[in-house]
């Protein structure tokens, strides 16, 4: 339960103001509750063996000397697991949406590194551990299939389901079609850009603790999740059981970035195992598994192509795109990967255009969402724009100019058929470069490569979709409940990893309420107590939380004023109900409190207006009647390279953003500086490397390298304020960070090089890379990467 302190604007309305996060005095004092903090009466621990090899035949697995040991109360293999799994699907996909294979434990074949084969239970994490290491398992090596750009063609199958490794495919009007425009196109403009394998690494691992009460037939999870009431729908179908039955309980979770909304195989284990068990089961991945097996994202690559005219205007764009889905995608890739192709347009005026994807299984950890997962539309047509630019002999800055969707040009379409409106990209790309002063900068530019120097610009520009009405998305729901006290208690489905959800709601329900916001609590992520809701995700809680508030918390404000005019004996339209106190216009000093109006609710029902039920409780559910709530920003970054070592040096980094009107500045501006520095990693840092036979090279933090507070500038933000059409004109804000800021970062580097003949299309720029770019250079003709 979480509380706020006073800090109301003038007009005593808290939305917009600078609250103070509600979650910060447990979080900073060591006092929150990760689901490692739960201990259960007797509880037992999970350890997972885990495939050392890409693709092999399981001959046979000796789990006796893993019994052997003291304290080991199981062992369990996929014929002692997988039979349990009555149903297996998401509620954001559908029963009857085609996916792909996921068994909780590898049966027949092991299909990547990491793998879990088997899953032994102890009566601690220490003696789990060491009996894994006694369970001996029987490899026939099979050649694997490590590369997903090859895998098309390739004669082995990561699923013998899915001969020739594509797991679907997808796309727009033919590529053809398009084909007379390029032809009598002045300029065409084509770049292939690779983007490597890295993923969310949030603080907290992964981690559950199952506990089955047998006679009741009820299941209770404590799980590090965004979506408690998934986790309980999970459940409920893979244990065959009714999903009243199932109680999820989320307290604190350490960040989650979309790759712990849904349960992923190791949660399905523990869920199977533990209706065996005679005490609750608990799970938590050390690092080293999670950097194996809990999943990468933004693998992929595609060719963006551009059709533009001799001023430089665009007449048509495409873009070919494959992705990999490695070998165990939670969910289904071809669902959520159609974006990249629908969001490629972007914020600008193109005509005509089209897409392809395709969506490929490897031998390696499964894709998961990641925080924009449709990233790389921005990344390949922000990528292409600058080297369109450089192609025409033009300023980057003056061909997004020339292009980009401004107000008159709203509403519009894309060329997907996608609806575009209340959006600012023309907005927040001429404040970025206002606060850079984009021509002073070009004019030290000159200057410092006059000195041998080399510093660079980059931007990129973007329209992200928020809050969208898909069937799982599409509603979310609230129960406030005014105590006999007074105080408020709102409850709502949570999830929050760090996005300060809790701080939100008590905001927007003290504003909808008309309440002291010290007077006002929510309870979030449990099940058995707060409504139905998809979690976070999306950036969809913002928008559809201060729907589902204002929805209850109308008609719950309406009792209040409709029972202190009763008792004042003023008509309704008389009384006026600020912090708390309601009052007669006229003569502010008759008035009730709400915790004298409370009283009159629950305990002088005689004295309630007539008709009027007892108690002071509403549950509303608030249903988004638009497709999508559209956010936009720009990124601008500036950076240094040093031609000797390769390194690159952040030198200053702007976001304009419009996500509409802030209800907290302060987590607004949260959600941007996390999701910038995420992105930079990825620009910069973050590589989960394979080598050719599968294996992976990047399982530690010595390898898989983060960007510290040392590599990243300053994030300077500016804001402009375009309502949307949803409650409040709120708009989420939670992804749009990690998908602006790679491509900023490396068209900023790209800018530095331009001189040196080096085009960059290939990610992480690390110092080496970079460094062979440089010595490729000095090659006659032009380098890419």
Same mark, same amino acid.
């Given at each position: 339960?979480?509380?706020?302190?006073?800090?109301?604007?003038?007009?005593?309305?808290?939305?917009?103001?600078?609250?103070?996060?509600?979650? +910060?005095p447990r979080l900073l004092t060591g006092t929150g509750t990760y689901v490692d903090d739960v201990v259960r009466p007797g509880m037992l621990h999970a350890c997972f063996v885990r495939s050392p090899m890409a693709r092999a035949r399981i001959v046979g697995i000796d789990v006796s000397e893993a019994l052997a040991l003291e304290g080991v109360h199981a062992v369990f293999v996929a014929d002692d697991l997988n039979p349990g799994v009555r149903e297996q699907w998401y509620s954001l996909s559908g029963r009857d949406d085609p996916d792909t294979p996921r068994p909780p434990l590898a049966e027949g074949e092991v299909r990547f590194v990491g793998d879990p084969v088997a899953m032994v239970v102890a009566v601690d994490r220490y003696t789990a551990e060491d009996a894994a290491e006694s369970v001996v398992v029987d490899y026939e090596p099979l050649l694997p299939v490590v590369d997903y750009a090859a895998a098309l063609e390739c004669a082995e199958s990561v699923h013998a389901t899915h001969p020739g490794n594509l797991v679907g495919q997808l796309g727009g009007r033919p590529m053809a079609d398009l084909a007379p425009v390029f032809d009598r196109a002045p300029h065409v403009v084509s770049v292939t850009v690779h983007q490597q394998s890295y993923g969310p690494v949030p603080m907290e691992t992964r981690g559950i603790v199952a506990e089955w009460s047998g006679p009741a037939g009820e299941m209770t999870i404590w799980a590090a999740t965004q979506s408690p009431h998934e986790v309980r729908s999970f459940c409920a179908r893979l244990l065959g059981i009714d999903e009243h039955r199932v109680r999820v309980?989320?307290?604190?979770?350490?960040?989650?970035?979309?790759?712990?909304?849904?349960?992923?195989?190791?949660?399905?284990?523990?869920?199977?195992?533990?209706?065996?068990?005679?005490?609750?089961?608990?799970?938590?991945?050390?690092?080293?598994?999670?950097?194996?097996?809990? !999943?990468?994202?933004?693998?992929?690559?595609?060719?963006?192509?551009?059709?533009?005219?001799?001023?430089?205007?665009?007449?048509?764009?495409?873009?070919?795109?494959?992705?990999?889905?490695?070998?165990?995608?939670?969910?289904?890739?071809?669902?959520?990967?159609?974006?990249?192709?629908?969001?490629?347009?972007?914020?600008?005026?193109?005509?005509?255009?089209?897409?392809?994807?395709?969506?490929?299984?490897?031998?390696?950890?499964?894709?998961?969402?990641?925080?924009?997962?449709?990233?790389?539309?921005?990344?390949?047509?922000?990528?292409?724009?600058?080297?369109?630019?450089?192609?025409? !002999?033009?300023?980057?800055?003056?061909?997004?100019?020339?292009?980009?969707?401004?107000?008159?040009?709203?509403?519009?379409?894309?060329?997907?058929?996608?609806?575009?409106?209340?959006?600012?990209?023309?907005?927040?790309?001429?404040?970025?470069?206002?606060?850079?002063?984009?021509?002073?900068?070009?004019?030290?530019?000159?200057?410092?490569?006059?000195?041998?120097?080399?510093?660079?610009?980059?931007?990129?520009?973007?329209?992200?979709?928020?809050?969208?009405?898909?069937?799982?998305? !599409?509603?979310?729901?609230?129960?406030?409940?005014?105590?006999?006290?007074?105080?408020?208690?709102?409850?709502?489905?949570?999830?929050?990893?760090?996005?300060?959800?809790?701080?939100?709601?008590?905001?927007?329900?003290?504003?909808?309420?008309?309440?002291?916001?010290?007077?006002?609590?929510?309870?979030?992520?449990?099940?058995?107590?707060?409504?139905?809701?998809?979690?976070?995700?999306?950036?969809?809680?913002?928008?559809?939380?201060?729907?589902? =508030?204002?929805?209850?918390?109308?008609?719950?404000?309406?009792?209040?004023?409709?029972?202190?005019?009763?008792?004042?004996?003023?008509?309704?339209?008389?009384?006026?109900?600020?912090?708390?106190?309601?009052?007669?216009?006229?003569?502010?000093?008759?008035?009730?409190?709400?915790?004298?109006?409370? +009283?009159?609710?629950?305990?002088?029902?005689?004295?309630?207006?007539?008709?009027?039920?007892?108690?002071?409780?509403?549950?509303?559910?608030?249903?988004?009647?638009?497709?999508?709530?559209?956010?936009?920003?720009?990124?601008?970054?500036?950076?240094?390279?040093?031609?000797?070592?390769?390194?690159?040096?952040?030198?200053?980094?702007?976001?304009?953003?419009?996500?509409?009107?802030?209800?907290?500045?302060?987590? =607004?501006?949260?959600?941007?500086?996390?999701?910038?520095?995420? !992105?930079?990693?990825?620009?910069?840092?973050?590589?989960?490397?394979?080598?050719?036979?599968?294996?992976?090279?990047?399982?530690?933090?010595?390898?898989?390298?983060?960007?510290?507070?040392?590599?990243?500038?300053?994030?300077?933000?500016?804001?402009?304020?375009?309502?949307?059409?949803?409650?409040?004109?709120?708009?989420?804000?939670?992804?749009?960070?990690?998908?602006?800021?790679?491509?900023?970062?490396?068209?900023?580097?790209?800018?530095?090089?331009?001189?040196?003949?080096?085009?960059?299309?290939?990610?992480?720029?690390?110092?080496?890379?970079? =460094?062979?770019?440089?010595?490729?250079?000095?090659?006659?003709?032009?380098?890419?990467?």
């Amino acid at each position: 339960m979480a509380r706020a302190t006073d800090k109301a604007a003038p007009d005593h309305r808290y939305t917009g103001t600078r609250t103070l996060r509600v979650e +910060d005095p447990r979080l900073l004092t060591g006092t929150g509750t990760y689901v490692d903090d739960v201990v259960r009466p007797g509880m037992l621990h999970a350890c997972f063996v885990r495939s050392p090899m890409a693709r092999a035949r399981i001959v046979g697995i000796d789990v006796s000397e893993a019994l052997a040991l003291e304290g080991v109360h199981a062992v369990f293999v996929a014929d002692d697991l997988n039979p349990g799994v009555r149903e297996q699907w998401y509620s954001l996909s559908g029963r009857d949406d085609p996916d792909t294979p996921r068994p909780p434990l590898a049966e027949g074949e092991v299909r990547f590194v990491g793998d879990p084969v088997a899953m032994v239970v102890a009566v601690d994490r220490y003696t789990a551990e060491d009996a894994a290491e006694s369970v001996v398992v029987d490899y026939e090596p099979l050649l694997p299939v490590v590369d997903y750009a090859a895998a098309l063609e390739c004669a082995e199958s990561v699923h013998a389901t899915h001969p020739g490794n594509l797991v679907g495919q997808l796309g727009g009007r033919p590529m053809a079609d398009l084909a007379p425009v390029f032809d009598r196109a002045p300029h065409v403009v084509s770049v292939t850009v690779h983007q490597q394998s890295y993923g969310p690494v949030p603080m907290e691992t992964r981690g559950i603790v199952a506990e089955w009460s047998g006679p009741a037939g009820e299941m209770t999870i404590w799980a590090a999740t965004q979506s408690p009431h998934e986790v309980r729908s999970f459940c409920a179908r893979l244990l065959g059981i009714d999903e009243h039955r199932v109680r999820v309980v989320m307290r604190d979770t350490g960040g989650g970035f979309g790759q712990k909304v849904l349960p992923q195989r190791e949660d399905m284990c523990v869920m199977l195992a533990a209706v065996k068990l005679p005490a609750a089961l608990k799970w938590i991945e050390d690092r080293q598994e999670h950097l194996l097996a809990a !999943g990468q994202a933004r693998h992929e690559h595609g060719e963006a192509r551009m059709a533009l005219d001799d001023e430089g205007r665009i007449l048509a764009a495409t873009l070919d795109h494959v992705q990999d889905a490695g070998a165990y995608p939670t969910p289904s890739p071809v669902q959520s990967g159609i974006a990249v192709g629908m969001l490629f347009p972007g914020p600008y005026r193109i005509p005509e255009g089209t897409f392809s994807s395709r969506f490929v299984f490897s031998n390696t950890s499964g894709r998961v969402a990641y925080r924009g997962p449709w990233q790389f539309e921005s990344m390949a047509r922000e990528v292409l724009l600058d080297t369109a630019a450089r192609r025409l !002999g033009m300023d980057p800055v003056e061909l997004r100019r020339r292009n980009m969707l401004r107000r008159e040009d709203l509403p519009t379409v894309n060329f997907n058929g996608m609806p575009y409106d209340d959006i600012t990209p023309y907005e927040t790309f001429e404040q970025a470069l206002e606060m850079l002063d984009y021509p002073a900068f070009r004019r030290e530019q000159e200057q410092a490569r006059a000195q041998g120097r080399y510093i660079g610009v980059g931007t990129c520009t973007y329209v992200e979709p928020t809050a969208g009405a898909t069937p799982f998305h !599409g509603t979310e729901g609230a129960t406030i409940r005014i105590e006999p006290a007074g105080k408020v208690n709102v409850y709502v489905a949570g999830g929050s990893c760090g996005n300060s959800l809790e701080t939100t709601v008590v905001q927007l329900t003290a504003d909808a309420l008309g309440v002291a916001i010290e007077d006002v609590s929510t309870i979030q992520g449990d099940t058995a107590v707060t409504p139905f809701g998809s979690g976070t995700g999306g950036s969809r809680s913002g928008p559809m939380t201060a729907g589902a =508030v204002a929805e209850t918390a109308a008609g719950l404000r309406t009792r209040i004023l409709e029972i202190a005019a009763h008792r004042l004996e003023v008509a309704v339209d008389d009384v006026e109900f600020v912090r708390g106190r309601a009052s007669v216009k006229d003569n502010p000093a008759k008035g009730l409190t709400l915790a004298e109006i409370a +009283d009159i609710a629950y305990f002088q029902v005689h004295a309630l207006p007539p008709g009027m039920p007892a108690g002071l409780e509403a549950s509303g559910r608030y249903r988004t009647p638009h497709l999508m709530i559209w956010a936009n920003a720009t990124h601008l970054c500036t950076c240094e390279v040093d031609v000797v070592t390769g390194a690159v040096k952040l030198l200053r980094y702007i976001v304009s953003e419009d996500c509409g009107p802030m209800i907290n500045p302060s987590v =607004v501006e949260g959600q941007i500086f996390g999701g910038t520095v995420q !992105g930079i990693g990825g620009a910069l840092y973050e590589h989960l490397v394979y080598d050719d036979d599968g294996n992976p090279l990047t399982t530690t933090f010595m390898d898989y390298l983060l960007p510290t507070a040392a590599d990243v500038p300053t994030i300077e933000l500016g804001h402009i304020e375009t309502p949307g059409p949803g409650p409040g004109g709120h708009k989420g804000v939670g992804e749009g960070g990690a998908i602006g800021s790679a491509p900023a970062v490396v068209n900023a580097v790209a800018d530095a090089l331009a001189p040196l003949g080096v085009e960059i299309t290939r990610l992480p720029l690390t110092p080496a890379s970079i =460094v062979a770019l440089l010595e490729q250079g000095r090659l006659p003709g032009t380098v890419t990467a």
